[in-house]
């Protein structure tokens, strides 16, 4: 059977503990849809590169406002386009740090991917600037 063999053995009626069907029964779907998101080919699929027009591509850098919460250290909320958004949980954490030699380019940002409203969001809290950015969405 060669490299294929897991494969072409697995028998479903076998898996102890593991539903067929993810989104069966009364529970939700946000752990698992939190859990897929974790996945690196989903997080780099926001990594789109800019085009020429402005409306192309899922990467921007817009100014939001953003709600806070000190206790839990993330974005609670945020106003784009003059819609409130509530965020349902925060999926990832990163720092940005670029061009710290140049203070032409220098660049340090906290970056929150986030789920609200059922899309997947990218905001940015630029350090330099003092301002909050809405940096990507994910599809």
Same mark, same amino acid.
Request: proline share 4%; net charge positive.
């Given at each position: 059977?060669?490299?294929?063999?897991?494969?072409?053995?697995?028998?479903?009626? &076998?898996?102890?503990?593991?539903?067929?069907?993810?989104?069966?029964?009364?529970?939700?779907?946000?752990? +698992?849809?939190?859990?897929?998101?974790?996945?690196?080919?989903? +997080? &780099?699929?926001?990594?789109?590169?800019?085009?020429?027009?402005?409306?192309?591509?899922?990467?921007?850098?817009?100014?939001?406002?953003?709600?806070?919460?000190?206790?839990?250290?993330?974005? +609670?909320?945020?106003?784009?386009?003059?819609?409130?958004? !509530? +965020?349902?949980?925060?999926?990832?954490?990163?720092?940005?740090?670029?061009?710290?030699?140049?203070?032409? &380019?220098?660049?340090?940002?906290?970056?929150?991917?986030?789920?609200? !409203?059922?899309?997947?969001?990218?905001?940015?809290?630029? !350090?330099?600037?003092?301002?909050?950015?809405?940096?990507?969405?994910?599809?």
């Amino acid at each position: 059977m060669g490299r294929n063999r897991a494969i072409k053995e697995f028998d479903p009626a &076998r898996q102890k503990g593991q539903p067929l069907d993810l989104f069966t029964g009364r529970e939700s779907r946000l752990p +698992v849809v939190l859990e897929l998101l974790k996945s690196p080919w989903i +997080v &780099r699929g926001s990594q789109v590169a800019k085009s020429s027009t402005a409306s192309a591509g899922k990467r921007r850098e817009e100014a939001v406002e953003v709600v806070w919460d000190g206790r839990k250290a993330s974005p +609670v909320e945020f106003v784009w386009h003059d819609r409130r958004y !509530r +965020v349902d949980a925060l999926v990832q954490t990163w720092t940005v740090e670029r061009s710290w030699w140049d203070l032409r &380019r220098h660049q340090s940002r906290r970056c929150f991917r986030v789920l609200a !409203r059922g899309g997947l969001y990218d905001l940015a809290y630029d !350090r330099l600037a003092d301002v909050w950015l809405l940096t990507g969405i994910v599809d």
